[in-house]
């Protein structure tokens, strides 16, 4: 019951049939209090293997911003513009850059056995990630509407035909994968980058191996 | 590893970090990493392959395959699913997933060559020759354009001997060809004068935007397969990793592309559906590795992390 | 600016070794990432002085 002030009772804030309430519940509940952005880490996380995490997060960031300034200018803009040439070789570069950052922080997290304690999840996305960055680059090349495309859009169909998707995903159509590249599997890459940063931050960076809190 | 003891990370010691400064300041070397590294290489570029292109480097194979595509000999024509129900298309084993799509993008690889022609005035020896395509009985149409494609035949190649003119439509034996001849000349003539692409992806709907027609056309060819393979950018040359000049590729490929290369897969009618499921699986270990027995145990066998952690266990070491 | 056209001219050189085929942009990548990965572990990293780094133990 709300008072003349306002102010509301505490059976209200925990009030579970209200569905701002449980949405604030379940969000405050995703990362411990205090470890979304902690200021302290733990002592093991110190090695260089460490930043490539973050290195990919940055390049995935230089990426979609080099890919917004060409859609500014459009899908020939780069074929007419030395300015267009140049954010086009932008976007590539960070793409080859965000790849090999990725793979990096791949076998580093393999060879940490990154999934233990409750990290399957950490993993799994991380894969995934990993999987939908290809097909993203992939219907990258398929916009660049120069022969390249033309080539990987000749192949690629092969491959993607053999399974049966090719009746609903037409590589051969580049208003529809220039529109997969920039909006649905940007959309997706996004939704799961931050899943797997929330799973990092909830679970905290995996202890080493045979770590003994005793000793 | 039959349970997991991981401790709770959040019950070690702790040092300062900034993350946030962390997060700009590789925000800043990646930035400065990109634009030095497309300052210096920059990108390749290379002007798509037009028809006219296509027309004026090799005539004889555009009218060709003109021919093929009212033969129903091309790659398109016998292609299957997901563009005609001439051929079942690939099989994993006994699934005919390629069929299972289902027929949704409907070409008809005659129309290739009619539909631009169809609408061609001022061209009496073109429209006489639609006509007369227009008004003969199917099986008809078929003996005429077989018999051309079988004329006109194919350069020797590959230790194959030369068949028919070998490939010079202009020395095809003489024949009762009916108005292919005329077909596949008028399309290699709307070919030079650069309209075919237009004729193809936009006629009728203005906008255009959906290459299939003219890229089905193009590949049914040998041209462009030909620029490619002179750049590395076959299938059993590791194309799927190359791009074109001394340009970056996509070196994370190379598994995918490693299959193609080796036997079965290399002679295999059905390497495209047999290498994408190998690959699926594959993934589906690499995601569900932590659940993998002996797998995820490997990081334990080859003790990389003593390296990673080497300052960790040395203090660990050290105390009492 | 003129950018060295190193990567757009010239059908591109390889390297061919057995069923291999990989061209030296791609194989110049694939080493320098190992060499990156190799440095990232045996770099020292710059981390707080064990003796001054805070105990603190989270309240279960």
């Known amino acids: 019951m709300t008072t003349s002030t306002g102010v509301k009772s505490a059976d209200e804030s925990t009030d579970p049939g ?7 519940g379940w969000l405050q509940g995703l990362v411990p209090p205090g470890e979304a952005l902690p200021d302290r880490q733990p002592v093991y996380v110190a090695s260089w293997i460490y930043v490539f995490g973050v290195l990919t997060l940055s390049a995935l960031a230089v990426v979609i911003l080099s890919g917004c300034v060409l859609a500014i200018g459009g899908v020939h803009w780069w074929h007419v513009s030395s300015l267009g040439h140049f954010v086009n070789s932008v976007h590539l570069w960070s793409v080859e850059l965000f790849f090999g950052f990725m793979v990096i922080h791949l076998w580093g997290k393999f060879w940490m056995a990154a999934w233990r304690g409750k990290r399957a999840m950490t993993w799994i996305t991380g894969v995934v990630l990993f999987g939908i960055s290809i097909g993203t680059s992939f219907t990258g090349f398929l916009s660049q509407s120069n022969f390249s495309s033309q080539w990987i859009a000749g192949e690629g169909k092969d491959g993607i035909n053999s399974t049966g998707a090719g009746a609903f995903f037409n590589v051969l159509n580049p208003g529809q994968m220039l529109l997969w590249h920039v909006v649905l599997l940007p959309l997706v890459v996004v939704l799961i980058v931050l899943i797997h940063i929330i799973q990092v931050r909830r679970h905290g960076v995996v202890p080493p191996l045979d770590a003994d809190l005793e000793g | 590893m039959t349970r997991d003891r991981t401790p709770d990370s959040h019950d070690f010691p702790t040092r300062r970090y900034d993350l946030a400064k962390e997060f700009v300041i590789t925000l ?17 570029d290379e002007k798509p392959i037009t028809m006219s292109a296509w027309a004026k480097a090799d005539p004889n194979n555009l009218i060709s395959t003109a021919a093929g595509e009212l033969a129903g000999t091309t790659t398109s024509a016998t292609y299957g699913a997901p563009y005609n129900s001439n051929a079942e298309g690939q099989k ?12 949704r993008i409907p070409i008809d690889s005659a129309d290739l060559v009619l539909g631009p022609l169809a609408n061609t005035s001022g061209d009496p020896a073109v429209s006489s020759a639609v006509a007369a395509w227009k008004a003969a009985p199917p099986a008809q149409r078929t003996k005429w354009a077989t018999d051309y494609v079988d004329a006109i035949g194919t350069a020797a190649a590959d230790g194959e001997p030369a068949t028919g003119a070998g490939g010079d439509p202009a020395k095809a034996a ?9 077909l596949s000349a008028g399309l290699l003539a709307l070919a030079k004068t650069g309209g075919l692409e237009g004729a193809l992806d936009s006629a009728g709907n203005f906008y255009g935007g959906d290459t299939t027609k003219s890229l089905l056309l193009l590949a049914d060819g040998a041209y462009l397969e030909d620029q490619a393979v002179a750049q590395n950018l076959g299938g059993d040359q590791w194309g799927m990793m190359n791009e074109v000049g001394n340009a970056p590729g996509q070196p994370w490929m190379w598994l995918y592309t490693f299959w193609y290369q080796i036997k079965p897969f290399s002679t295999s009618d059905n390497a495209d559906v047999e290498v994408w499921a190998l690959m699926m699986l594959l993934t589906l270990l690499l995601m569900f590795l932590p659940f993998i027995p002996g ?3 490997i990081p334990r066998w080859i003790p990389i992390h003593r390296l990673i952690w080497r300052n960790y266990y040395r203090r660990s070491a050290g105390r009492p | 600016m003129r950018s060295l056209s190193i990567v757009a001219e010239g059908p591109g ?3 061919h070794w057995g069923v291999i085929q990989i061209s030296v942009a791609n194989l110049v990548i694939i080493v320098a990432m190992i060499i990156l990965f190799v440095l990232a572990l045996i770099v020292p990293f710059p981390s707080g002085h064990g003796q001054e780094a805070d105990q603190e133990r989270r309240q279960k």
């Not at chain 2, 994993?92 to 027929?103: A, C, E, F, M, S």
């Not at chain 2, 003489?174 to 005329?182: I, K, N, Q, R």
């Open chain 1, 18 to 24: 209200n569905w701002t309430n449980r949405l604030r």
């Open chain 2, 92 to 103: 994993l084993g006994p699934i005919p997933l390629q069929k299972w799509g289902g027929v």
């Open chain 2, 174 to 182: 003489a024949g009762d060809y009916g108005p292919v001849p005329a």
């Open chain 2, 28 to 44: 800043v070397v990646v930035l400065v990493l990109s634009g030095g590294l497309a300052a210096i290489f920059s990108s390749p």
């Open chain 3, 13 to 15: 050189r390889y390297i």
């Open chain 2, 295 to 297: 797998l995820r145990t």
